[in-house]
């Protein structure tokens, strides 16, 4: 067996971990992930990408799950130019899947790329991911295209673009902010996401909303439960002042307490 055939070989075995991977929890996949990545660190460079093709062939799901090795592999220039090319492969699912390991993986590199997708991208669903990647790289490339959407923004990317603009917190993306906390057609989550990134911006009035939301609490009737949204306000405060944070309602009343003493 040549050399070649052994890394497709070795590499098959590792897009094959990862498609039976996506049976288990999240942290069990976690950890899985977190296993081929170390094997890929030791694989060789050289016709590295090639071999992942051959590897992959025709299976959907090998190359589904492809986009995990390539997201370790960025210290290839072959890679680099693959991952760039394929996000605006035809297959929306397949630029979705890119995005979405774009943001996971936090690359930075591939963010400009990004710019396209968010202003014109016709999926749906990608346009969304593009977003929220954009949001979670927070690269200064990404603003103006979120900005220039935010202008008009589609109904159904509203919510995406709110917590995209909240995460970069800069002036700009104040008249975005104040318009959903201010507006009153707003529910009570989009609210306190807005408040979040006004809080952070130094708004007093966003941060006091935040704090009056602590207080909110879950609402049960006949036909099930509205949840409140006092665990994100708490988790909003921590982010802005820096305190520490646990999704649990355990953080809420610690919150109000360190909201209490914060200028004490």
Same mark, same amino acid.
């Given at each position: ?17 990862? $498609? ?43 190359? =589904? ?14 890679? $680099? ?46 346009? !969304?991911?593009? $977003? ?37 917190? =800069? ?41 009056? !939301? ?39 009343? =610690?919150?109000? =307490? !360190? ?6």
């Amino acid at each position: 067996m040549s050399a070649d055939a052994k890394l497709v070989r070795t590499i098959r075995g590792l897009l094959d971990r990862l $498609v039976r991977s996506q049976r288990l929890s999240g942290d069990d996949q976690e950890v899985v992930y977190d296993e081929v990545a170390e094997a890929v660190a030791t694989l060789p460079r050289d016709g590295i990408l090639e071999a992942l093709d051959r590897a992959v062939g025709s299976d959907k799901r090998r190359r =589904k799950v492809s986009v995990v090795l390539l997201a370790h592999l960025t210290d290839v220039d072959e890679v $680099v130019r693959r991952i760039g090319q394929s996000l605006h492969d035809p297959d929306p699912e397949w630029r979705h899947w890119l995005v979405q390991t774009v943001d996971m993986r936090g690359l930075v590199q591939f963010a400009e790329p990004l710019n396209e997708l968010i202003l014109s991208e016709p999926a749906p669903f990608v346009r !969304m991911a593009a $977003v929220h990647a954009a949001g979670s790289l927070k690269s200064e490339v990404n603003l103006p295209a979120l900005l220039s959407v935010a202008n008009d923004p589609p109904s159904d990317l509203r919510n995406t673009l709110l917590w995209a603009l909240k995460d970069f917190a =800069k002036e700009s993306c104040r008249p975005f902010l104040a318009e959903a906390f201010e507006n009153a057609g707003s529910d009570k989550e989009d609210r306190v996401v807005a408040a979040w990134g006004l809080a952070k911006l130094g708004d007093r009035a966003a941060a006091e909303y935040l704090a009056e !939301m602590l207080e909110d609490p879950d609402v049960y009737h006949e036909r099930g439960f509205e949840p409140g949204v006092s665990i994100r306000a708490a988790q909003a405060l921590c982010s802005v002042y820096d305190w520490p944070f646990k999704w649990h309602k355990d953080s809420v009343e =610690k919150t109000r =307490k !360190m909201w209490r003493n914060k200028d004490g």
